[in-house]
């Protein structure tokens, strides 16, 4: 299974920023224990801080990979843009986000891509995006996702 790794804006500083939310693994670091992990799987990472490059890599996505791990960051608030990107790929995104966007700020709590994606990861740091991972492999050979909430 071949999955792509997407990450938003800011993400490119986990593991230097705000340790006590985000821990001080870096990102890459950890990404690589994942394909060390899952070594009969292609895990392929991306990072932007820019939206519309966000928006190009979903869609590329639609031909290019099985399935997406999409941590959309603070965009999840406020893209509908974003949101609409994985409404219109056929390619199942899971969103995973390190800290628990619910129990933080109010203007926190909702979000844009979690309403378009299968499923949603919150709230259990870097290993979030391994539980996404393994939710597209489990569920891959079916094409059905339980509990998809797009």
């Known amino acids: 299974m071949k999955i792509l790794i997407l990450n938003g804006p800011n993400l490119n500083l ?4 705000e340790p006590e939310i985000y ?3 870096s990102l890459i670091d950890f990404v690589d224990k994942m394909k060390n992990k899952f070594p009969e799987h292609q895990l ?3 990072q932007s801080n820019h939206e519309g490059i966000l928006i ?3 869609h590329e996505a639609w031909d290019n990979y099985d399935g997406v791990v999409f941590n959309p960051g603070a965009y999840c ?3 509908i843009a974003l949101a609409d990107a994985i409404r219109s790929i056929e390619t199942p995104v899971v969103e995973v986000h390190i800290s628990d966007i619910y129990s933080r700020e109010e203007y926190r709590h909702h979000s844009y891509t979690a309403e378009a994606s299968v499923k949603s990861v919150v709230g259990k740091g870097l290993k979030g ?3 996404a991972v393994m939710y597209l492999i489990e569920n891959y050979k079916s094409g059905v996702y339980p509990g ?3």
């Open 77 to 79: 608030h406020t893209s």
């Open 14 to 17: 986990i593991g230097r920023r």
């Open 44 to 46: 392929d990472y991306f």
């Open 129 to 131: 995006y391994e539980e």
């Open 56 to 58: 190009d890599k979903l």
């Open 148 to 150: 998809a909430i797009g």
């Open 23 to 25: 821990g001080t693994e």
